[in-house]
T-cell receptor, first 113, second 112 residues
Framework: DGGITQSPKYLFRKEGQNVTLSCEQN?????MYWYRQDPGQGLRLIYY???????QKGDIAEGYSVSREKKESFPLTVTSAQKNPTAFYLC????????????FGDGTRLSIL | GENVEQHPSTLSVQEGDSAVIKCTYS??????FPWYKQELGKRPQLIID?????GEKKDQRIAVTLNKTAKHFSLHITETQPEDSAVYFC???????????FGTGTRLKVLA
């Protein structure tokens, strides 16, 4: 799905540092999501946003923050409060309401230095 | 809370054989069930989906079946090929919500 761009592809975080993962979509999708994926595990929802200037916590929101100032952008900040941030982070989006699929970006792999 | 159980966690089949992956969901209000294929280090890609008003859907070698009474849905891959090797995830979406519940994934290995 070339319409969802995540950057960077790889990111390293130092102790006590906040880092921000970018997610941009040009699909005109209303809803956007952030998931965390650990090795051998499924996708766990961090945050999601249905419309601009609104977002909801998912199942593992602690240590993370988001913003949705523009429809096409949904950045995720991994704060220093997240003690185990090493994981593969996936952004997804969906058009509107109803029974529709999500489409995913290529992911960002975050590691601790 | 809502939950989707997926089995098996790993599955090895010989090339040309069929593979079946099963998921069970807990929320009876779930009405949409997508399946994703994820190759190592890449994004999950939608391969097939089914809505609750349909019992079966097929797309070439891939099919999905849904049993609403039992709250089960399954992915069937026939004539498997080495390029089918990947991790497959099922998911369930509840009507009127934006939240997808994912299974824990099945690693499929197709042996040549």
């Amino acid at each position: 799905d070339g319409g969802i761009t995540q950057s960077p592809k790889y990111l390293f975080r130092k102790e006590g540092q906040n880092v921000t993962l970018s997610c941009e979509q040009n699909l005109n999708h209303d809803a956007m999501y952030w998931y965390r994926q650990d090795p051998g595990q499924g996708l766990r929802l961090i945050y999601y946003s249905q419309i601009v200037n609104d977002f909801q916590k998912g199942d593992i929101a602690e240590g993370y923050s988001v913003s949705r100032e523009k429809k096409e952008s949904f950045p995720l900040t991994v704060t220093s409060a997240q003690k185990n941030p090493t994981a593969f982070y996936l952004c997804a989006s969906r058009l509107g309401q109803g029974v529709l699929p999500q489409h995913f970006g290529d992911g960002t792999r975050l590691s601790i230095l | 809370g809502e939950n989707v159980e997926q089995h098996p966690s790993t599955l090895s089949v010989q090339e040309g054989d069929s593979a079946v992956i099963k998921c069970t969901y807990s929320d009876s209000a779930s009405n949409y069930f997508p399946w994703y294929k994820q190759e190592l280090g890449k994004r999950p890609q939608l391969i097939i989906d089914i809505r609750s008003n349909v019992g079966e859907k097929k797309d070439q070698r891939i099919a999905v079946t849904l049993n609403k009474t039992a709250k089960h849905f399954s992915l069937h891959i026939t004539e498997t090929q080495p390029e089918d090797s990947a991790v497959y995830f099922c998911a369930a979406l509840t009507s009127g919500t934006y939240k997808y519940i994912f299974g824990t994934g099945t690693r499929l290995k197709v042996l040549a």
